[in-house]
């Protein structure tokens, strides 16, 4: 056959498919969209959606949206609606009469029935997805909407809401076990490239999903979901369904319903340190593997117990070794992360001790919680003491109730400190300390390209984690990086912790924020609206201040050499010159310094860096209007992160 004809074949077979997929995407938000859904079944309904979203996800990767939007090409660059044309066509079908007759039996035994859509859910597909706490992107809010439109105008008694007045849940079960079986049938006719597509496309909705979700009884829900997604991975492939995309899916899967546990839990801390009694019931804590919230004196340890290392004992060290004495009379070998705390005087606009120590606290039970999911590199949390707490054991629980205002204290005991357990991987040295990026990046000799790869793609995922379960880290730099020695003193790059948690709150509105030093080697990776020690001067912290930090990272990742050698800059100069800390983002971005980027690493890694360090639209968000606390906001500056940050260098290969 002539490529002329070729092509008229795969556009004339794609336009058939488009017409039977508006029929799909129309049956499917008649059923997503019924009212009276049952509480305790409202998993099934998120399924449902998660399932939308793999077939819209189907539609643009094989270009049939592209050919709603008549742009022909992606089409075209496809065999697939000519190799798989008669299986496309059939699967299509099957999903269309799936849920017809499904409608239809519902309707027909009374279970179902139609109602007027007063409220237009129909027509307003974005007001939907924002009441089921579900990201919709504008191409397939788009398409739905069209779509709805189009099912108004042929017949408006099929254009009604339904309403559900019997919910048979085994008939919605087996419903979406057809339905998930016949998206894996269409994923499995495209070429590996595009299954690989599909996988992140999804990847990156479920973690929309995710960060749309707060409250404890919705995660349960999305865990729920997740778990019947998980168990349809172990049936049988589909014939063309690579089993590598197959295992991928799963392990995504998997870590989305991790993370999900994992916020849930962080949610209950924020309940707790609240005073709230228990906001979930038995069944939905064991759903969520969610156990209780350490009381707040367990995470406080005796400072008589923390032996500090005297060569560490350095006003100027964020961490050092110690050992802490067990109530058995035995000893282990940790270490130390300090958090400063200023006297509270009158006037002062910085958070007062009691709010310090509450997000410590905070922050101590989230890293102490067990499992964390793979991606969360941060290590195990013992507890914290307060260094300047006049208590023989138990620290004074955050009251401030101690003699603050003594100017004659010793700053060197106004700290908290946050203790941490070395990690028991097999292999790594016993007693050798952490190692700081900072510290490797002064001596070590330089890594390989790919190991410098892959320490930077660790760092964006675990921020993107971190992200994900609405912490901001304040603090990342290089000296917040750490490693831990092999038995022959080597690190492993991709396997970086994230420490230096000493500013780090919880992303929410209403959180009150620390007022960080002036110290120019903390200003040197703060994004220059940050960098004010005043609150009226400075905007107060969020995500994409988090990612420019990020961003200062790879520039020194890829020269291996700390951010003042690369630009040139004195840091003692730097000290009485704030201005000097101020021009560092707009350095960076000098076209010069962008391609040097490139030339280090390449390209893929050159525009991540350009994208974390200019932010703004670079990042997907408007500067002026968009506020970052805004959970749709939040969740498509995730997305951006994953898609264009962390996801191109894990495919990065040299």
Not at 115 to 131: G, H, N, S, W
Not at 347 to 358: E, T, W, Y
Request: negative net charge; hydrophobic residues 40%.
């Amino acid at each position: 056959m002539d490529p002329v004809s070729i092509a008229g074949l795969a556009i004339g077979v794609a336009s058939i498919g488009l017409q039977v997929y508006q029929s799909c995407v129309q049956g499917i938000q008649l059923l997503v969209t019924a009212l009276n859904f049952p509480n305790d079944c409202k998993y099934l309904n998120l399924r449902l959606r998660m399932e939308q979203q793999r077939l819209f996800a189907w539609s643009e990767t094989s270009g049939l949206l592209d050919l709603d939007a008549k742009n022909r090409q992606k089409v075209l660059e496809s065999n697939t609606f000519v190799l798989h044309r008669q299986t496309i066509l059939d699967l299509l079908v099957q999903v269309d009469c799936l849920f017809k007759e499904f409608r239809e039996h519902q309707i027909r035994n009374k279970l179902l029935q139609a109602v007027p859509d007063r409220d237009d859910m129909l027509q307003k597909p974005e007001k939907d997805a924002a009441e089921a706490q579900f990201p919709l992107p504008p191409r397939r809010r788009d398409f739905i909407k069209k779509a709805m439109q189009s099912l108004k105008a042929t017949s408006q008694d099929a254009a009604q809401r339904l309403r559900w007045t019997s919910f048979d849940k085994a008939a919605f079960e087996l419903l979406l076990s057809r339905f998930s079986t016949l998206n894996d049938s269409m994923t499995g006719i495209l070429d590996a490239r595009m299954q690989v597509e599909i996988h992140d496309t999804v990847l990156d909705t479920n973690r929309g999903v995710l960060q749309l979700h707060h409250k404890i009884t919705d995660l349960s829900r999305l865990v729920m979901a997740l778990n019947i997604q998980l168990a349809s991975t172990t049936s049988p492939l589909p014939a063309q369904m690579l089993a590598a995309q197959k295992s991928a899916n799963a392990d995504s899967l998997q870590l989305l319903s991790q993370l999900a546990k994992f916020k849930a839990f962080s949610e209950s801390i924020e309940s707790k340190g609240a005073g709230a009694d228990d906001t979930c019931d038995s069944d939905t804590a064991k759903s969520l593997d969610l156990t209780p919230v350490p009381l707040r004196r367990s995470l406080i340890l005796d400072r008589a117990a923390v032996d500090i290392d005297p060569a560490d004992e350095d006003l100027d060290a964020p961490r050092c070794g110690a050992t802490l004495r067990l109530p058995d009379g035995t000893t282990k070998r940790v270490w130390v992360e300090w958090k400063e705390y200023d006297c509270q005087r009158p006037g002062d606009l910085s958070p007062p001790k009691d709010v310090i120590h509450q997000r410590v606290w905070e922050l101590a039970a989230l890293l102490n919680h067990s499992p964390k999911p793979s991606t969360f590199r941060t290590p195990h949390c013992l507890g914290f003491f307060d260094k300047g707490s006049s208590s023989d054991g138990q620290g004074d629980g955050g009251n401030g109730n101690e003699d603050d205002d003594d100017d004659d204290d010793d700053i060197l005991n106004r700290r908290l400190g946050l203790v941490f357990e070395r990690p028991l991987d097999a292999g790594l040295h016993a007693t050798l300390p952490p190692i700081s990026l900072r510290d490797l990046l002064e001596t070590a000799r330089k890594p390989r390209v790919t190991d410098r790869v892959k320490l930077a793609h660790a760092i964006g995922s675990c921020l993107l984690h971190l992200h994900s379960v609405n912490w901001l880290h304040k603090g990342l730099r290089s000296h917040s990086v750490i490693f831990f020695q092999t038995t022959n003193g080597q690190v492993d790059y991709a396997k970086p912790y994230l420490s230096g948690f000493d500013f780090s709150r919880p992303a929410r509105a209403d959180e009150m924020t620390d007022i960080p030093s002036d110290d120019a080697a903390y200003n040197l990776y703060r994004h220059p609206l940050a960098q004010s020690t005043t609150l009226e001067g400075r905007e107060r912290f969020k995500r994409s201040f988090d990612i420019y930090s990020l961003g200062v990272l790879f520039v020194e990742i890829a020269h291996w050499a700390p951010i003042e050698k690369v630009l040139g800059i004195d840091t003692n100069m730097a000290r009485g010159r704030p201005s000097i800390a101020l021009k560092v983002r707009d350095r960076l971005l000098e076209d010069d310094r962008i391609a040097d980027l490139g030339a280090c690493m390449g390209a893929l890694y050159e525009t991540a860096a350009r994208k974390c360090i200019a932010g703004g639209k670079e990042l997907g968000l408007a500067e002026d209007d968009d506020d970052e606390t805004d959970d749709a906001v939040a969740a498509r500056l995730s997305m951006v992160l994953h898609e264009d940050v962390v996801k191109p260098l894990g495919d990065i290969r040299i």
